[in-house]
T-cell receptor, first 113, second 116 residues
Framework: QQQVKQSPQSLIVQKGGISIINCAYE??????FPWYQQFPGKGPALLIA?????SEKKEGRFTISFNKSAKQFSLHIMDSQPGDSATYFC????????????FGGGTRVLVKP | DAMVIQNPRYQVTQFGKPVTLSCSQT?????MYWYQQKSSQAPKLLFH???????NEADTPDNFQSRRPNTSFCFLDIRSPGLGDAAMYLC???????????????FGPGTRLTVL
């Protein structure tokens, strides 16, 4: 099963709050877990990514938490800003399979000022 | 700046009239991908090239074809567009084949296709 399940589908958060998006995967062969940010009418942009040899990665206000045993990973957006309002996609891939990304369904985040 | 470029950004075609979308990259990446993205959905992989090696997804309709004449360019041909093919078409690249950073995919801005 190649599916990646993402939740919630949408999220509203106040400016300064924390946005949390969760993803779960089935295929234990996945070895790369990126998060993409997409604004309306634009292509997805790589935000942050993690590999299964670490449990957490932080870049600025964005943090990925990774739980290998539970086959789950999550994106935390700290101090959320209105400019963070976008759709976020988690994804997973395995290098041996041509790096093909399996995407989650997406989460639309709205940050209210 | 190294980047993925898609032309045109907006394309209008008529039902059944062939259309070609183009993608170019200055990243010198080995792998190029074409995705279809419909409204409020995740991108769906149509096919990808590893160098000149073409890899089609099992559920990609025969109506969709691709060409990669050289490392920098890749084309998506839709032979007979239907109303259901209206979507955003995204091109992406990755370095491949292995090593740190090889998985990272870089997306272009997309081409919005309208079928009348």
């Amino acid at each position: 099963q190649q599916q990646v399940k993402q939740s919630p589908q949408s999220l509203i958060v106040q400016k300064g709050g924390i946005s949390i998006i969760n993803c779960a995967y089935e295929n234990t062969a996945f070895d790369y877990f990126p998060w993409y940010q997409q604004f309306p009418g634009k292509g997805p942009a790589l935000l942050i990514a993690i590999r299964p040899d670490v449990s957490e990665k932080k870049e600025g206000r964005f943090t990925i938490s990774f739980n290998k045993s539970a086959k789950q990973f999550s994106l935390h957006i700290m101090d959320s800003q209105p400019g963070d309002s976008a759709t976020y996609f988690c994804a997973a891939s395995k290098e041996a399979a041509g790096n093909k990304l399996t995407f989650g369904g997406g989460t639309r985040v709205l940050v209210k000022p | 700046d190294a980047m993925v470029i898609q032309n045109p950004r907006y394309q209008v075609t008529q039902f059944g009239k062939p259309v070609t979308l183009s993608c170019s990259q200055t990243l010198n990446h080995n792998v190029m991908y074409w995705y279809q993205q419909k409204s409020s959905q995740a991108p769906k992989l149509l096919f990808h090239y590893y160098d000149k090696d073409f890899n089609n997804e099992a559920d990609t309709p025969d109506n969709f074809q691709s060409r990669r004449p050289n490392t920098s360019f890749c084309f998506l041909d839709i032979r007979s567009p239907g109303l259901g093919d209206a979507a955003m078409y995204l091109c992406a690249t990755s370095r491949g084949p292995s090593g740190r950073g090889s998985n990272e995919q870089f997306f272009g801005p997309g081409t919005r296709l309208t079928v009348l």
